[in-house]
């Protein structure tokens, strides 16, 4: 075999030339190449180069200020982001915002797989995934603004059932990380928490005749690693860079935590206990609906504290919860260390977590509520003028067997409290989140109603389910006044359930 070549990172980062599209992996900070996007912002920077760029990525990368793609978040630096997800790269999101880049935004599976596709030669990744959605060419068809014209998703037919062709193109430079190289290019991966889709990254840019850069840590001695260890073989590796340790932290959150790359009784865990409040209150709630042996899938932000309350409950070990980004069993790790696991049992690739997702793999997912209508449908995607992106959540909801949507029922201040046996709205928030229109259509509740799926909404004052006609109210907090408290901060009147239960008190004591 031939053997690699060895670059600074600047070096590295002057191969990357104007007008191509560029492949960038990882997951928040996990496994992202930080050494070679942040060389690659200060060539630009210094020397005007690369300009016009076209950046594509599967999950959100980046810490939500400098790190990650943040580094592309220069006038001129980018031409055109097809992105899973914008939230952690807010300098980017600015751009396409102000309408100075052309920027579209797909479901992080669909893009993880479309990688696949590439590398295949295929015309584009064919799949339910976004049907009647703003991804669906009859609504946005993934554009975020008006300088994005160009047509990437196509609706078509085939044995008389929908479908959407997110459509292939070639890439030019894919920058990757792994843990350790050998003189051939053979990238083992043994201190990252994830994969991710690094391989079909490789694959994707080799077989379009691109060039693929790796960011590790140290070299191997050739001819000392398990070869069922490499995840990058070295044939789609053109260079690698030895980065610093301040550039490949195993997560933005931790330098490292040898808990995300082993095994372990997960009730060794040493979980925090939740704090009071409304997120403790709707954590409880959720928790509920997870039957034992269920595989869950828990997102960011509130639906993390399900698996505080599982561990006081002493029931960790009773359901199986899976990240996207590929960590199976465990405890998934929450803020900039989010897309690890503690004591995993496995770590699959991000795109072959995807396929057991799209195809219903998922007995229950928990997901964060930012705004609903009166049809059910969810949007955490784009609102109030930031570009936040949908992630895995379209995969994930359009096709658990259970979907439940967690979060305050108002925003902006909320304090509550419970006192002598009732829930009490101490400070109202300043928005109301059940609105007669969202703004973008991340999860259809047509199509859930199509299929007959499950879906739940709960708050720490209400639970709502989704029915043929809309949304139905199933069950209060003790103490709440239906009238003051629910219906005068919803833009419509959902139907209620002739058997309104009240919220168990264990779930607030």
Avoid at 182 to 197: H, K, P
Avoid at 412 to 420: K, Y
Wanted: charged content about 25%; proline content about 4%.
């Amino acid at each position: 075999m031939r053997k690699i070549k060895i670059l600074s990172a600047l070096e590295a980062a002057a191969m990357v030339t104007s007008g191509s599209t560029v492949a960038t992996g990882g997951f928040v900070g996990c496994t992202h190449p930080e050494a070679l996007t942040s060389a690659l912002e200060e060539h630009f920077l210094t020397s005007g180069l690369p300009r016009d760029l076209t950046l594509v990525y599967a999950a959100g990368q980046g810490d939500g200020k400098t790190r990650g793609l943040n580094h592309f978040g220069h006038e001129g630096m980018l031409k055109r982001v097809v992105g899973g997800h914008w939230n952690l790269a807010p300098a980017m999101g600015r751009l396409a915002l102000e309408n100075k880049i052309e920027a579209y935004n797909f479901p992080q599976g669909v893009i993880s797989h479309l990688f696949r596709e590439i590398a295949a030669g295929n015309p584009g990744r064919l799949t339910h995934i976004g049907l009647k959605t703003f991804v669906d060419p009859r609504m946005d068809g993934g554009k975020l603004n008006t300088k994005t014209t160009e047509d990437l998703v196509e609706l078509i037919k085939i044995g008389g059932r929908e479908w959407l062709l997110y459509k292939a193109f070639p890439i030019n430079f894919g920058l990757l990380r792994g843990s350790s190289s050998d003189s051939f290019g053979n990238i083992s991966f043994e201190d990252e928490v994830i994969t991710a889709e690094a391989l079909s990254i490789a694959q994707a840019v080799k077989n379009s005749g691109g060039k693929v850069i790796v960011q590790i840590e140290r070299m191997a001695e050739d001819y000392s690693r398990d070869p069922q260890k490499i995840k990058i073989p070295g044939i789609y590796v053109d260079t690698v860079v030895i980065s610093d340790k301040a550039h490949h932290m195993q997560t933005y959150g931790e330098d490292f935590n040898p808990d995300y790359v082993r095994q372990g009784d997960i009730q060794q865990l040493n979980l925090p206990r939740m704090e009071d409040g409304p997120r403790r209150y709707i954590s409880k709630r959720s928790f509920q609906e997870i039957k034992p042996g269920a595989i869950v899938n828990l997102g960011i932000g509130l639906p993390e504290g399900i698996a505080q309350i599982a561990k006081e409950e002493k029931k960790l070990d009773e359901m199986t919860m899976t990240v996207e980004s590929g960590p199976i069993g465990g405890v998934p790790a929450s803020g900039l260390s989010f897309g690890a696991s503690s004591f995993p049992h496995a770590i699959i690739d991000q795109p072959y977590m995807f396929d057991f997702y799209d195809g219903g793999g998922l007995d229950v997912a928990f997901l964060g509520l930012a705004e609903c209508d009166k049809e059910g449908n969810v949007n955490v995607s784009k609102f109030n003028g930031r570009v936040a992106g949908v992630g895995g959540f379209m995969n994930i909801t359009q096709t658990a067997g259970k979907v439940v949507f967690a979060g305050t029922f108002t925003a902006g201040g909320l304090e509550v409290s419970f006192r002598e046996g009732k829930l009490n709205i101490d400070r109202e928030g300043k928005f109301d989140k059940f609105v007669s229109n969202v703004e973008h259509v991340t999860f259809s509740g047509n199509y859930a109603r199509e299929k007959e799926q499950q879906v739940m909404y709960i708050t720490e004052r209400a639970v709502f389910e989704l029915t043929g006609s809309g949304l139905k109210l199933i069950e209060i907090a003790p103490g709440i006044d239906i009238e003051r408290d629910i219906f005068s901060h919803m833009a419509f009147r959902p139907e209620i359930s002739n058997d309104l239960r009240i919220m168990s008190v264990s779930v607030f004591a």
